[in-house]
């Protein structure tokens, strides 16, 4: 039986921790499904594999593209699409159009976006009004990179109460998860104790209610890993590896044997 958003804050109820993790494609999202995975993010964080320095340049189109084959790799997990950047922050009608595509022509069953200023508010208030499932997303918002760089936020008195006021608005406005990105553990805490919603941390600390990373990161695929993430394994170098053996062995006209 698919996860549902009621599930995930069920969850936090029973203090079950929540599993995360990104893909971008079928393969990957079927194998994390089989794992185990909660939560399936097709993340903007794409953009690496699509060859761009961040995540301003993807598009919806993209982003579309890759939901789909992630849904059909996915029996269990809950399927969240990132909104990319300027698909949802011009207006109310356009967010609710870039997700309704989300919604209608992948499968998934949310969308997450960034930011939780007034506005950003206003537009969650509506989608979800509009029976959209919304995942907030605070501290760290690569899609604001000229503003904030990738830096930790939150490490003032000032900018952790601004943090802390956004995750509570957006809490109101219905989101039903929130991700906490590159903020101090006691913040991320002071958080995911003051919400009722799951927080989803990824670099915030062991306090969150779940934890998100990036696939390709946790696979030693990516070429730098953010500080905050763990690679479990080192496919580069397995993959490197294998690849090296298969052209030695075709050079030397040892594959295939017959
Ligand atoms: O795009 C992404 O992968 C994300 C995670 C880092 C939370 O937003």
């Not at 599993?19 to 690496?48: P, R, Y």
């Not at 060859?51 to 809950?78: D, F, Q, S, W």
């Not at 595509?101 to 979800?128: D, F, H, I, N, S």
Request: glycine share 8%; with cysteine.
């Amino acid at each position: 039986m698919a996860i549902t958003t009621q599930q995930l804050i069920q969850l936090k109820q029973q203090g079950r921790a929540i599993v995360a993790l990104t893909a971008w494609d079928c393969a990957i999202a079927h194998i994390l499904d089989a794992a185990g995975v909660d939560l399936i993010l097709v993340g903007d964080s794409m953009a690496a594999i699509l060859g761009y320095k961040n995540t301003l340049p993807i598009t919806l189109e993209e982003m579309l593209h890759h939901a789909k084959a992630v849904r059909r790799g996915v029996k269990r997990a809950l399927v969240v699409v990132d909104l990319p950047f300027l698909t949802y922050q011009e207006s109310v009608q356009q967010a609710i159009y870039s997700a309704g595509r989300v919604l209608k022509e992948t499968g998934a069953q949310a969308v997450k976006l960034e930011g939780g200023y007034p506005a950003m508010v206003e537009t969650v208030t509506r989608l979800v009004q509009a029976g959209i499932p919304v995942m907030g997303h605070v501290g760290l918002t690569p899609q604001s990179v000229h503003q904030l760089g990738l830096r930790q936020q939150g490490k003032t008195e000032e900018t952790a109460e601004k943090i802390l006021n956004e995750a509570i608005s957006l809490e109101q406005a219905g989101v039903f998860a929130i991700v906490l990105e590159h903020i101090p553990a006691d913040l991320a805490m002071q958080i995911t104790q003051k919400l009722s919603i799951p927080t989803i941390g990824i670099g915030a600390g062991s306090h969150c209610d779940g934890q998100v990373l990036v696939t390709s990161d946790v696979l030693g695929l990516s070429e730098k890993q953010p500080p905050f993430a763990k690679v479990y394994t080192n496919l580069r170098e397995t993959i490197t590896q294998a690849v090296k053996d298969y052209a030695t062995e075709v050079r030397e006209r040892k594959f295939p044997e017959y």
